[in-house]
C-alpha cells in the first residue's frame, strides 16, 4: 500500500503542467497568426496608399513633377503610408509607398509597395 502512495505523491501535479505547457503553445500560434495578419494588412496598406497617390499624382500630372507628386504624397500619407519615391514617366506617374508595421514588440518589417497611373491609352 505505501508503494502505491508514493507512486501517487511523485505524479501530484503533472496534469497541471501538461495543461500549462498546451496552453503555452496556443498563445505561441495565436501571436505568430497575429503578427502575420498584420503584415499582410500592412502590405495591403502599402498598396492602398500607392495607388491613391498615383492616381492623384496623374490628375494634376500636366502642372508639373513636384504638384504632382506632392498631391501624391498627401493622398500617400492620408492613407497612413509614406512617400518613398515619385516619377513622372510622360502623363504617368510612378509612386513608392512604405507602411511600417511592429508586429511583435522589438520586431518591426516594412511593407513597400509600387504603383502607376496615368491617362487611358488606346
Known amino acids: 500500500m505505501e508503494a502505491i502512495e508514493g507512486t501517487a505523491a511523485l505524479d501530484r501535479g503533472g496534469a497541471t503542467i501538461c495543461l500549462l505547457a498546451v496552453g503555452l503553445v496556443f498563445v505561441l500560434v495565436g501571436l505568430f497568426g497575429a503578427a502575420l495578419g498584420a503584415a499582410r494588412t500592412?502590405?495591403?496598406?502599402?498598396?492602398?496608399?500607392?495607388?491613391?497617390?498615383?492616381?492623384a499624382g496623374a490628375?494634376?500630372?500636366?502642372?508639373?513633377?513636384?504638384?504632382?507628386?506632392?498631391?501624391?504624397?498627401?493622398l500617400v500619407r492620408a492613407n497612413g503610408g509614406r512617400l518613398v519615391a515619385c516619377r513622372l514617366d510622360?502623363?504617368?506617374?510612378?509612386?513608392?509607398?512604405?507602411?511600417r508595421?511592429?508586429?511583435?514588440?522589438?520586431l518591426v518589417r516594412t511593407a513597400t509597395a509600387t504603383s502607376r497611373a496615368g491617362p487611358l491609352r488606346g
Open 42 to 55: 500592412a502590405g495591403q496598406q502599402a498598396r492602398n496608399s500607392a495607388d491613391f497617390g498615383a492616381l
Open 59 to 74: 490628375g494634376r500630372a500636366l502642372e508639373s513633377d513636384d504638384v504632382a507628386c506632392g498631391r501624391a504624397g498627401e
Open 90 to 99: 510622360g502623363l504617368d506617374v510612378v509612386v513608392t509607398a512604405e507602411v
Open 101 to 106: 508595421v511592429a508586429p511583435l514588440p522589438g
